[in-house]
Nanobody, 123 residues
């Protein structure tokens, strides 16, 4: 009943930039925290950036100063601006959101994931 659709991945040279978007749709009552995770081949999925509904953002140490997370609540969308990309940023990037939905029996909160978008940074 909720979909997270990501876009904006692709192939870029080291030092370049990409902007990822993730739009949520469905029977949404409210969206709480949103975030971006990534998973490189042979590695565990890791948190890249996190933005709560209110309050300060958080970043992995490896992306601080290069990546910026933001959200447009009117559009139910979260963004990840990635600058000064490095080959080690190569991974599948996943959007995650804590969403409260309207159900027949009332409201229900759950965690939802996007399908992932590939980011490849060449050296």
């Amino acid at each position: 009943q909720v979909q997270l659709v990501e876009s904006g991945g692709g192939l870029v040279q080291a030092g370049g930039s990409l902007r990822l978007s993730c739009a949520a749709s469905g029977r949404i009552f409210s969206i709480n925290a949103m975030g971006w995770y990534r998973q490189a081949p042979g590695k565990q999925r890791e948190l890249v950036a996190h933005i709560p509904s209110g309050g300060s953002t958080n970043y992995a140490d490896s992306v601080k100063g290069r990546f910026t997370i933001s959200r447009d609540n009117a559009k139910n969308t979260v963004y990840l601006q990635m600058n000064s990309l490095k080959p080690e940023d190569t991974a599948v990037y996943y959007c995650n959101a804590q969403i409260t939905t309207t159900q027949t029996m009332g409201l229900m909160t759950g965690a939802y994931w996007g399908q992932g978008t590939q980011v490849t940074v060449s050296s």
